[in-house]
């Protein structure tokens, strides 16, 4: 089984708003991500947790700030989000970082956010 | 600079025809390579991944890959209507963890 869930499918919030996104997997992967992808543009990576950790934090603004709760969970809170902010936003998994090869990664369905 | 390049399409092949998509990418230290479909409004699918040179066969799909020449490459044999979609090539850099870089993705279309 692959399957990565995330909730909700779609989000509509203000710009003053506080939100959360969810992603869950039960594949016992090590390393999950999430990434932001505007439309006709392939994804971009956002953060990248390993064993609960934050590994990677790819220059991302304060008002996106993830947390790693457990092995299986990974969540993006945001906050005083912009329009511009509008997109899909995926979370995805891997069975670990890997040393050299990168192990491959599956999505998750995406959240669909709108910032009015 | 980190580079993955596709064509952006569209590819445009009949059905039960090879489609043949490629990409191109500039840090010969990457070791992994990755196929994702991608649906409008849907989230990517792995479709298939390669770390050594020569080919790699699942089903219809075979990927090969070519690091001298820093080249891979996804054929889709007997192509359906169905696999009408977007095609994305991955690939990791040298040295990073976990960090893929996408290409911007060929946009296939095969006609009945």
């Known amino acids: 089984d692959t399957e990565v869930t995330q909730t909700p499918k779609h989000l509509v919030m203000g710009m003053t708003n506080k939100k959360s996104l969810k992603c869950e997997q039960h594949?016992?992967?090590?390393?999950m991500y999430w990434y932001k992808q505007k439309a006709k543009k392939p994804p971009e990576l956002m953060f990248v947790y390993s064993y609960e950790k934050l590994s990677i934090n790819e220059s991302v603004p304060s008002r996106f700030s993830p947390e790693c709760p457990n092995s299986s969970l990974l969540n993006l809170h945001l906050h005083a989000l912009q329009p511009e902010d509008s997109a899909l936003y995926l979370c995805a998994s891997s069975q670990d970082l890997g040393r050299g090869i990168v192990y491959e990664q599956y999505f998750g369905p995406g959240t669909r956010l709108t910032v009015t | 600079q980190k580079e993955v390049e596709q064509n952006s399409g569209p590819l445009s092949v009949p059905e039960g025809a090879i489609a043949s998509l490629n990409c191109t990418y500039s840090d010969r230290g990457s070791q992994s390579f990755f196929w994702y479909r991608q649906y409008s409004g849907k989230s990517p699918e792995l479709i298939m991944f390669?770390?050594?040179?020569g080919d790699k066969e699942d089903g219809r799909f075979t990927a090969q890959l070519n690091k001298a020449s820093q080249y891979v490459s996804l054929l889709i044999r007997d192509s359906q209507p169905s696999d009408s979609a977007t095609y994305l090539c991955a690939v990791n850099y040298g040295g990073s963890q976990g960090n893929l870089i996408f290409g911007k993705g060929t946009k296939l279309s095969v006609k009945p």
């Open positions: 594949m016992g992967h090590r390393a």
């Open positions: 390669i770390y050594s040179n």
